[in-house]
């Protein structure tokens, strides 16, 4: 079952109807202002930070679900019928619908009784605000006179505030109407010096700005007092809700269109130039005019629409494939990338799924998001990578989360996840590969945002490698703290009383329970990290971090190998987690994955052993699930894993985020039809056909897919904001594809079906634009054997950094195993 389809040319999924299973979002805004829109033009807004910066209100876990937005309404001034041209909030059923999610914007049009609206929302390069570009057309044959209404809901700056504290908040709203422009400055008197305005390019002949005034006493939004009637209440909040919402008649001739602009901004004045007149309490203007001005002018518009299209396309240019397989094409060409805009830009903070008010930016999650965003804005990852490094603690540990506002770890949640310092290691390393900008080491970098503690990035790396060295338990394996990746194996939290966080309650000191997940992910960072010292010459350091490494695998190979697979962890009890002798949970993924991906047991049959066992025991048609048998009741000792009916979330769901390093694994061993085979599963344009199903977007990846104990097998939840973006991503391009950044260069080495004759990648990479093409004509799964760069053979299978240069550099790469 299907409910549009991708245009794959204009990089567009077209949704054909409006209710789709799930509201299918999209994301404006990529760089500070951002904001979520549903296919029905709902959703929100924020600068920034979604939770204390949030311009518009949104209610969460709504019926139906996706309620609220950025709504306009239409209404014929004859019969005094209306509706809703994005179907909500009226739900009038429309003669068309269609709804263009593209990158950066999305378009929704419809056609009710000849009369056909367009409405393009995007939010231009450099700027704080959104635009709503509003085409009407008269399909009639005689004229028509319309009224279009606005309607957004303000939300009060701190959102979380705004949901609960109502004996101040109906109190302190206040707004002001100018010319066209509904300003909201609510708190401007005091301590802010923010506010938010909605223009319009019409002539107004009304406005509200009082929700409950607009919407008349027990109604809602999809029958509005003003609407009805056909004509605003020019109502002015003082207290109670603000809202925005401007009036315009519209005179239709047969076939004519006009066009109305409505912007939505957001504005910061200088600390003291807050009035005008100074001694007022009247918003100065002078600096948000010319911004309004610039943008309800239509060539304005139009222009910034362009530079945002030419952006996009400057971006998706640094890597572009054609292979034979439709599905990776469009996920790797534009789709995935733009899934790692937006989880590099807000991380798990704002979705459908994410409130916006529980969590800012996570460091493990930051760190992981790079991997599949590092190529595209360098300056941005670097700023993130110095960023996360600030919050890190002087032990080398790190605070869970920071604010994005602040950029300050956020004490609520603390540190004490053992696996985070090493994500550092990790995104440091996928910086450095696709830069070679090796001044960033030397940054001086602060602990915990503390001036004068400042410290080479790079001393930031060997304390994150160090902070596991110095927290090893009774098997030698790293302890796990409050959890590793998995939040929710919570093996020092034995909590029993609802309500407590899992995350954050640990009623035991950790001293026992281990983590071989975070022993393998120590391997890995290690030898990355060896190698980063080598380049800069600090020898000493390189061969202890390899020598640790080693030694790790060493303890691996002895305590976290179970005979088939490898253990995932130790328990508080020091009793095996996932491992034969479990009743249920007898074997996890990540484990698997990660200890393979730092290369253990590569050489000893480990690896293809443990790989078979998640074959046989892990994968389902729909994904590879997070471990088996799952867990029928609460264990204490476990904590939020258990928590979950089976087949959900960490308790055997299939976790996008994870398969991927099952992925990598497979590639590692040179079983590409295996590694492709399950990346299509998992694959959301592939999954396009079951929407019924799958239910979610089916061009972004969700963090999860219900699993096969799960009554709803195949469902998929949480889409967006997940570690599966960067993670498939990073896989498809660079481990199957095989097209992979290095520190001296851009290696081939494809791992692909068997069945692909080749495929053809181009690649931008520091300065130079390779267009490769893979030959494979005695359809192997890997094996470079031959390199041609411009006709040249090289030795090896690594594309040296060579000076910038005009021209593509050609390459030709053949497979024959
Ligand atoms: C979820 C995890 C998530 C954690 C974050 C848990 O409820 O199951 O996926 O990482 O919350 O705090
Ligand atoms: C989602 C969290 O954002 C991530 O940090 C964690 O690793 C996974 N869930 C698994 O629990």
Redesign the pocket.
């Known amino acids: 079952m299907r409910f549009g389809h991708f245009d794959d040319n204009q990089r567009e999924y077209v949704i054909t109807q409006p209710n789709t299973p799930l509201p299918w979002i999209n994301y404006l805004g990529c760089e500070a202002y951002f904001g979520i829109i549903s296919n029905t033009a709902g959703g929100y807004s924020f600068y920034r930070d979604a939770r204390l910066r949030r311009l518009t209100r949104y209610r969460y876990n709504n019926a139906p679900f996706d309620f609220g937005g950025r709504y306009l309404y239409l209404r014929d001034n004859d019969t005094g019928e209306f509706w809703s041209p994005s179907w909500q909030p009226t739900r009038t059923r429309l003669d068309k619908y269609e709804c263009r999610h593209g990158l950066g914007y999305t378009i929704i049009g419809s056609s009710y009784r000849k009369i056909e609206a367009q409405t393009c929302y995007f939010v231009p390069l450099g700027e704080t605000l959104e635009i709503w570009k509003f085409q009407v057309t008269n399909r009639r044959k005689r004229p028509v006179k319309l009224s279009v209404f606005s309607s957004i809901e303000f939300c009060l700056w701190d959102a979380q505030d705004d949901a609960a504290n109502f004996q101040r908040n109906f109190s302190t709203g206040q707004v002001e109407i100018v010319d066209e422009v509904i300003y909201h400055k609510t708190e401007y008197r005091e301590r802010r010096n923010h506010f938010a305005w909605f223009a319009c390019s019409g002539k107004l002949a009304g406005f509200d700005t009082q929700r409950d005034t607009f919407l008349g006493a027990y109604r809602g939004w999809d029958n509005p007092a003003a609407v009805e009637r056909g004509k605003s209440f020019n109502s002015i909040a003082h207290g109670w809700v603000p809202h925005g919402s401007h009036h315009v008649k519209v005179n239709l001739k047969p076939g004519e269109t006009k066009e109305i602009i409505f912007i939505l901004g957001y504005h910061e004045n200088p600390v003291d130039q807050k009035f005008d007149p100074p001694a007022s309490q009247t918003i100065n203007k002078k600096t948000v005019k010319p911004v309004i001005a610039k943008y309800l002018d239509r060539k304005n518009v139009d222009a910034a629409f362009k530079s945002l299209r030419r952006y996009w396309d400057g971006l998706l240019g640094i890597y572009q494939v054609q292979s034979p397989d439709i599905h990776a094409n469009r996920m790797v060409n534009i789709w995935n990338a733009c899934q790692c805009m937006a989880t590099f830009n807000v991380s798990?903070s704002a979705s459908f799924y994410e409130s916006g008010i529980?969590?800012g930016l996570?460091f493990r999650d930051s760190n992981q998001d790079l991997l599949g965003f590092v190529h595209m804005v360098p300056a941005r990852a670097r700023e993130r990578i110095l960023d996360l490094s600030a919050t890190q603690l002087e032990s080398g540990g790190a605070f869970?989360q920071y604010q994005p506002l602040t950029k300050r770890g956020n004490n609520d949640?603390g540190g004490g996840f053992n696996d985070d310092p090493h994500w550092l290691i990790l995104g440091v390393a996928a910086y450095l590969k696709e830069t070679g900008d090796w001044s960033i080491l030397d940054e001086p970098v602060p602990f915990e945002n503390a001036p004068g503690s400042e410290q080479p990035l790079y001393e930031h790396l060997r304390r994150s490698f160090n902070y596991t060295l110095e927290r090893l338990g009774p098997h030698g394996l790293p302890l796990i703290g409050r959890?590793d990746w998995?939040?929710?194996l919570n093996l020092n939290c034995f909590s029993d009383t609802p309500g407590q966080?899992?995350?954050t309650t640990t009623n035991k000191d950790g001293k026992v329970a281990e983590s071989v997940f975070i022993a393998g992910l120590f391997v890995l960072a290690g030898k990355e990290l060896a190698a980063i010292a080598k380049k800069r010459g600090q020898s000493e350091d390189a061969e202890r971090c390899l020598a640790e490494a080693v030694k790790m695998e060493k303890v691996i190979c002895q305590h976290g190998w179970d005979g088939e697979w490898f253990v995932r962890a130790y328990d508080d009890f020091g009793k095996p987690v996932g491992s034969k002798v479990c009743d249920e949970g007898k074997i996890f993924i990540e484990s698997q994955g990660m200890c393979v991906m730092a290369g253990i047991g590569l050489n000893d049959g480990k690896a293809r052993l443990a790989l078979e066992s998640v074959n046989q025991r892990l994968a389902t048609k729909h994904g590879i699930v997070l471990q088996q048998p799952a867990f029928s009741k609460y264990y204490l000792h476990l904590g939020?894993?258990s928590?979950?009916p089976p087949g959900y979330?960490?308790n055997a769901g299939i976790?996008c985020h994870n398969n991927p390093w099952i992925i990598i694994a497979e590639t590692m061993i040179g079983n590409g039809n295996r590694a492709f085979d399950y990346y299509t599963r998992i694959n959301p344009s592939a999954r396009e056909n079951i929407g019924g199903i799958h239910r979610c977007e089916p061009y972004v990846f969700a963090?999860?897919i219900a699993g096969k104990d799960a009554p709803t097998h195949g469902e998929a939840k949480?889409s967006w904001l997940t570690g599966a973006a960067a993670w498939t991503y990073f896989t498809i391009t660079q481990r199957i594809l095989g097209i992979r950044t290095e520190f001296d260069g851009l290696r081939v080495d494809p791992v692909i079906p068997a069945r692909w004759k080749g495929f053809t990648v181009t690649r931008r990479f520091r300065g130079n634009t390779y267009v490769i093409a893979v030959k494979n004509p005695k359809r192997k799964q890997r094996g470079v054997t031959k390199l041609l760069v411009d006709g040249k053979a090289i030795a090896g299978n690594v594309l040296p950094v060579c000076p910038p240069r005009s021209g593509p550099i050609r390459v030709e790469a053949v497979l024959e195993g």
């Open positions: 798990r529980g969590r996570g869970h949640i959890a998995n939040d929710c966080s899992f995350q939020e894993i928590s979950y979330k960490e976790f963090q999860m949480n």
